[in-house]
């Protein structure tokens, strides 16, 4: 009989160290996040999304000219390619918007199969899909992509056809350095491991776009902001939050898988709403938002104590992208358009490595059955 070597099962592979990486580091139980060597407070609120790129990529902030040099790169490659944009135009009404963006950005790999070209053509058309989409399926006039705008300013623009505020674009250059990497999630993890195959990094960020569009990975800042519409108004937050708690039910927005204590992507992003709805966005739905957060924090201790369910990125992410006008659609297809930086940075850390990921698992079947044929079943 041939020995086998033990292994500890570890359900969703929790505990489990799989690769080592100067991407992020996440502390759940001090409520850190570390970007490259910055703290997410640190870096979040003050780089600009082509900078966080290039900090990812390179792990070193960028001289003028090498940040110069990203950008044009980039907006080079804002345009779609002809297959793209007709499977857009092929799926508009009948396909969400997630489902277009991994269709689509499947056809973006048609070309000489570069890695540093396949991620720039993968983050400088994430936004050219998502905004492309949406205003097909409302009936609108596509916006092309303008190259004198920068990566988040371009975006917005190409949503609304209208060039943003200084204001806006901080607040989503804020939001989408907050999410740009988060150590080895789901969708992350799935990128590794297509590339670990030796595939090509468009084939990696597909399948991490499928894992991103579960709802237990990228589906939950829309119903943590549908809670706030459906108390309406601070008086009947505790009322509302109590009946759902004496139900069992989960209080979107609170509490996280990772972080047991308040998550510090909230705090980040609790300070970019703030100033945005002081500035450009309804404050009367700000006001009414850190009631519900505050009745919420106070309940949940009252209900589960001990717990430490504190505010989470969800919560922040739904205000903060509503009062840029994103509609509660947007919100997971944004958060890709920031994760897609992670994403390709982890294609180029696991390509170094160049090590096939390939755990066991544990047999627990049946054993010695023995072969009957069919007319004796």
């Given at each position: 009989?041939?020995?086998?070597?033990?292994?500890?099962?570890?359900?969703?592979?929790?505990?489990?160290?799989?690769?080592?990486?100067?991407?992020?580091?996440?502390?759940?139980?001090?409520?850190?996040?570390?970007?490259?060597?910055?703290?997410?407070?640190?870096?979040?609120?003050?780089?600009?999304?082509?900078e966080?790129?290039?900090?990812?990529?390179?792990?070193?902030?960028?001289?003028?000219?090498?940040?110069?040099?990203?950008?044009r790169?980039?907006?080079?490659?804002?345009?779609?390619?002809?297959?793209?944009?007709?499977?857009?135009e092929?799926?508009?009404?009948?396909?969400?918007?997630?489902?277009?963006?991994?269709?689509?950005?499947?056809?973006?790999?048609?070309?000489?199969?570069?890695?540093?070209?396949?991620?720039?053509?993968?983050?400088?058309?994430?936004?050219?899909?998502?905004?492309?989409?949406?205003?097909?399926?409302?009936?609108?006039?596509?916006?092309?992509?303008?190259?004198?705008?920068?990566?988040?300013?371009?975006?917005?623009?190409?949503?609304?056809?209208?060039?943003?505020?200084?204001?806006?674009?901080?607040?989503?250059?804020?939001?989408?350095?907050?999410?740009?990497?988060?150590?080895?999630?789901?969708?992350?993890?799935?990128?590794?491991?297509?590339?670990?195959?030796?595939?090509?990094?468009?084939?990696?960020?597909?399948?991490?776009?499928?894992?991103?569009?579960?709802?237990?990975?990228?589906?939950?800042?829309?119903?943590?902001?549908?809670?706030?519409?459906?108390?309406?108004?601070?008086?009947?937050?505790?009322?509302?939050?109590?009946?759902?708690?004496?139900?069992?039910?989960?209080?979107?927005?609170?509490?996280?898988?990772?972080?047991?204590?308040?998550?510090?992507?909230?705090?980040?992003?609790?300070?970019?709403?703030?100033?945005?709805?002081?500035?450009?966005?309804?404050?009367?739905?700000?006001?009414?938002?850190?009631?519900?957060?505050?009745?919420a924090?106070?309940?949940?201790?009252?209900?589960?104590?001990?717990?430490?369910?504190?505010?989470?990125v969800?919560f922040?992410?739904?205000?903060?992208?509503?009062?840029?006008?994103?509609?509660?659609?947007?919100?997971?297809?944004?958060?890709?358009?920031?994760?897609v930086?992670?994403?390709?940075?982890?294609?180029?850390?696991?390509?170094e490595?160049?090590?096939?990921?390939?755990?066991?698992?544990?047999?627990?079947?049946?054993?010695?059955?023995?072969?009957?044929?069919?007319?004796?079943?």
């Open positions: 009989m041939s020995e086998k070597t033990a292994v500890a099962f570890a359900p969703g592979l929790e505990g489990v160290v799989a690769t080592r990486t100067r991407l992020s580091s996440v502390d759940g139980a001090a409520g850190r996040l570390v970007i490259a060597g910055f703290s997410v407070e640190e870096l979040a609120g003050q780089a600009s999304f082509e966080t790129l290039y900090l990812l990529w390179n792990d070193a902030l960028p001289d003028r000219e090498q940040l110069s040099v990203l950008g790169d980039l907006a080079a490659r804002r345009a779609l390619p002809k297959v793209a944009a007709e499977v857009l092929a799926a508009a009404g009948w396909v969400p918007l997630m489902d277009a963006l991994r269709m689509s950005s499947g056809t973006l790999g048609l070309g000489n199969g570069d890695d540093r070209d396949d991620a720039l053509r993968l983050v400088a058309a994430f936004p050219t899909i998502v905004a492309a989409y949406w205003r097909l399926s409302q009936g609108y006039e596509l916006v092309e992509p303008d190259p004198k705008l920068s990566h988040a300013a371009n975006y917005l623009y190409m949503l609304s056809g209208e060039v943003p505020s200084t204001e806006r674009v901080r607040a989503l250059e804020t939001y989408l350095n907050t999410v740009c990497d988060h150590g080895m999630n789901a969708s992350t993890f799935a990128a590794r491991v297509i590339v670990s195959t030796r595939s090509d990094l468009v084939s990696a960020v597909v399948g991490a776009v499928g894992a991103l569009k579960g709802p237990l990975h990228g589906g939950a800042p829309g119903p943590a902001l549908d809670v706030v519409f459906e108390i309406g108004e601070a008086g009947s937050a505790e009322e509302y939050l109590r009946a759902r708690l004496e139900c069992g039910e989960r209080l979107m927005g609170f509490g996280h898988r990772v972080y047991k204590v308040r998550d510090p992507r909230a705090d980040v992003l609790a300070s970019a709403a703030k100033r945005l709805y002081a500035t450009d966005a309804d404050r009367d739905l700000y006001r009414l938002a850190l009631e519900v957060e505050k009745t924090l106070r309940l949940l201790e009252e209900y589960k104590p001990g717990r430490n369910l504190d505010t989470n969800e922040y992410t739904a205000l903060l992208l509503y009062g840029l006008g994103l509609p509660t659609e947007l919100f997971t297809p944004t958060f890709a358009v920031g994760r930086a992670g994403w390709t940075a982890h294609c180029f850390e696991q390509r490595l160049d090590r096939l990921i390939r755990p066991q698992s544990e047999y627990v079947g049946a054993e010695d059955r023995t072969w009957a044929p069919l007319e004796e079943r």
